[in-house]
């Protein structure tokens, strides 16, 4: 057996659920390469991020911390220069780094500190409105079919870069590690694909989506349909949005197939750590909402596909235990020998991915939203550009009510999920019994003293969750 790989790849979609995936049990998903990837190494089935919006997850990736611990709590607040930075500790023992696409992580002054090189592919920012009549309103973030050829998406050419990237390095100094992070926009909303993929899953073969949810949802979407205007669209409508989704997972899937297809031909993908995950999930229909809310808790937002390849070094596994965003990189460095430094809330599973040892987790933890007094500066949805008209009715949405963003956490184990809002609302929902979270039994004398027992585990896990930053390596009495 190699005792570590020697380069690492991080493949990250954004916002790609983890039952958006034919290895995650999608009866309908054409997802060839990520199967077969899966199949080889090890997929985590309970892999559950920090938050569910970009910035704040992908901060939780970097620095192995819960997002509130560097005030990471929405787009505009990145990792600074003085936060723990387990890929600075990468580049530190001797790697070679790159981020290609999308930063969404990291300030100005921190990215050339972390990533020796940086780039995104042409054709990121283009087609982000419909082209041609959908029967779609605006607010359903629907366009369709991506107008242009395949060498016009964005993310196809940001794979293009990524793959030049390591043949260069490849060539110039073949000893020395390597670490890469692709960022792609898809699955992201505007939902929309290339013409190769854009009709690519079997609709009939889809499994019906959940409908609006009589808890966490009322308010929630009822605020959102009227911002988004989308009260008259059917069932059929909803499946279409999700059809798309799922094609531009297909189109994701094959930029996979290209990274691993490269890997071998420049000889290096047995020893090379490809580590696959995405920074949240997407409603795409469910409860006949889109796109995603900071405050809103489903699965199909928080649980993400996170699977582990490296030949050699990691046995082909499905593993059941929980595992959070924080864990992964800490992982990533234990697995290839470089230490992990102070200040990491996240733990290492090696012993789980390569010794059979049980997870560290009962449950998974997850935050969102703000404190009043940032919701009291929320931007006006027409004081700032926003990428297309459905963003623009989203920030509306907020605007009509912001205590939608009010700050909440959850906690999730195999049974209960359990959410706390800082209006005092509650929620808790009974996964065994009632798996797509439409019934809120918080208020159920049934559930009394479960709901009790919830609250004393989220105690004790805001306790678990306060900063270890700076470290300190030694307690003087």
Same mark, same amino acid.
């Given at each position: 057996m190699k005792p570590s790989p020697n380069h690492i790849v991080v493949l990250c979609p954004d916002e790609m659920r983890a039952d958006a995936l034919r290895c995650y049990g999608h009866p309908a998903a054409v997802t060839p390469n990520?199967?077969?990837l899966a199949a080889s190494g090890a997929?985590?089935?309970?892999?559950?991020?920090?938050?569910?919006?970009?910035?704040?997850?992908?901060?939780?990736f970097l620095t192995g911390q819960y997002p509130h611990v560097g005030g990471h709590r929405t787009l505009d607040l990145p990792v600074r220069?003085?936060?723990?930075?387990?890929?600075?500790?990468?580049?530190?023992?001797?790697?070679?780094?790159?981020?290609?696409?999308?930063?969404?992580?990291?300030?100005?002054?921190?990215?050339?500190?972390?990533?020796?090189?940086?780039?995104?592919?042409?054709?990121?920012?283009r087609y982000l409105e419909p082209h041609e009549n959908t029967g779609m309103p605006a607010g359903s973030?629907?366009?369709g079919r991506h107008p242009g050829e395949l060498e016009d998406v964005g993310d196809h050419n940001?794979?293009?870069?990524?793959?030049?990237?390591?043949?260069?390095?490849?060539?110039?100094?073949?000893?020395?590690?390597?670490?890469l992070w692709l960022n792609w926009d898809a699955p992201h909303p505007p939902y929309r694909a290339p013409v190769p993929f854009l009709g690519v899953t079997d609709r009939d073969q889809m499994p019906p989506l959940l409908p609006p949810a009589e808890s966490w949802s009322n308010r929630l979407h009822r605020r959102l349909t009227d911002a988004y205007g989308i009260a008259d669209m059917t069932v059929a409508q909803w499946r279409e949005v999700r059809g798309c989704y799922l094609d531009m997972c297909a189109f994701v899937d094959h930029e996979v197939g290209r990274v691993m297809d490269h890997l071998k031909q420049l000889g290096i993908a047995d020893e090379t750590l490809v580590v696959l995950w995405s920074d949240h999930g997407d409603?795409?229909?469910?409860?006949?909402?889109?796109?995603?809310?900071?405050?809103?808790?489903?699965?199909?937002?928080?649980?993400?596909?996170?699977?582990?390849?490296?030949?050699?070094?990691?046995?082909?596994?499905?593993?059941?235990?929980?595992i959070e965003t924080i864990d992964i990189l800490p992982t990533v460095l234990d697995l290839v020998g470089v230490p992990v430094p102070g200040g990491v809330q996240g733990h290492s599973y090696r012993g789980v991915l390569c010794g059979?040892?049980?997870?560290?987790?009962?449950?998974?933890?997850?935050?969102?939203?703000? &404190?009043?007094? $940032?919701?009291?500066? %929320?931007?006006?949805?027409? #004081? +700032?550009?926003?990428?297309? &008209?459905?963003? $623009?009715?989203?920030? %509306?949405?907020?605007?009509? #009510? +912001?205590?939608?963003?009010?700050?909440?956490?959850?906690?999730?184990?195999?049974?209960?999920?359990?959410?706390?809002?800082?209006?005092?609302?509650?929620?808790?929902?009974?996964?065994?019994?009632?798996?797509?979270?439409?019934?809120?039994?918080a208020s159920d004398p049934a559930y009394e003293d479960e709901l009790s027992?919830?609250?004393?585990?989220?105690?004790?896990?805001?306790?678990?969750?306060?900063?270890?930053?700076?470290?300190?390596?030694?307690?003087?009495?």
């Amino acid at each position: 057996m190699k005792p570590s790989p020697n380069h690492i790849v991080v493949l990250c979609p954004d916002e790609m659920r983890a039952d958006a995936l034919r290895c995650y049990g999608h009866p309908a998903a054409v997802t060839p390469n990520i199967d077969r990837l899966a199949a080889s190494g090890a997929r985590f089935e309970r892999s559950y991020v920090t938050h569910t919006k970009c910035t704040p997850s992908r901060s939780s990736f970097l620095t192995g911390q819960y997002p509130h611990v560097g005030g990471h709590r929405t787009l505009d607040l990145p990792v600074r220069a003085g936060e723990v930075n387990l890929v600075r500790s990468l580049r530190d023992a001797g790697y070679v780094t790159a981020l290609v696409g999308k930063n969404h992580c990291v300030d100005d002054e921190t990215l050339p500190l972390t990533f020796d090189y940086h780039r995104r592919g042409d054709g990121g920012d283009r087609y982000l409105e419909p082209h041609e009549n959908t029967g779609m309103p605006a607010g359903s973030y629907y366009v369709g079919r991506h107008p242009g050829e395949l060498e016009d998406v964005g993310d196809h050419n940001s794979t293009t870069v990524a793959l030049d990237w390591l043949s260069q390095t490849q060539a110039g100094d073949p000893d020395r590690p390597k670490f890469l992070w692709l960022n792609w926009d898809a699955p992201h909303p505007p939902y929309r694909a290339p013409v190769p993929f854009l009709g690519v899953t079997d609709r009939d073969q889809m499994p019906p989506l959940l409908p609006p949810a009589e808890s966490w949802s009322n308010r929630l979407h009822r605020r959102l349909t009227d911002a988004y205007g989308i009260a008259d669209m059917t069932v059929a409508q909803w499946r279409e949005v999700r059809g798309c989704y799922l094609d531009m997972c297909a189109f994701v899937d094959h930029e996979v197939g290209r990274v691993m297809d490269h890997l071998k031909q420049l000889g290096i993908a047995d020893e090379t750590l490809v580590v696959l995950w995405s920074d949240h999930g997407d409603f795409a229909g469910d409860y006949q909402l889109p796109e995603k809310w900071d405050t809103a808790f489903p699965d199909c937002l928080v649980n993400v596909p996170l699977v582990m390849h490296a030949p050699d070094v990691i046995p082909a596994k499905v593993i059941d235990d929980f595992i959070e965003t924080i864990d992964i990189l800490p992982t990533v460095l234990d697995l290839v020998g470089v230490p992990v430094p102070g200040g990491v809330q996240g733990h290492s599973y090696r012993g789980v991915l390569c010794g059979g040892e049980p997870g560290p987790r009962d449950v998974v933890f997850c935050q969102g939203g703000q &404190e009043w007094e $940032l919701l009291a500066k %929320t931007v006006g949805a027409h #004081d +700032r550009p926003r990428p297309c &008209e459905a963003y $623009l009715m989203k920030q %509306t949405a907020l605007e009509s #009510d +912001r205590t939608l963003n009010l700050r909440a956490k959850m906690i999730r184990g195999h049974r209960f999920k359990y959410v706390y809002r800082l209006d005092d609302r509650e929620e808790l929902y009974d996964i065994e019994k009632d798996p797509g979270e439409l019934c809120n039994v918080a208020s159920d004398p049934a559930y009394e003293d479960e709901l009790s027992s919830q609250r004393l585990r989220m105690m004790r896990k805001l306790v678990e969750a306060e900063s270890v930053f700076p470290a300190q390596d030694f307690l003087e009495a």
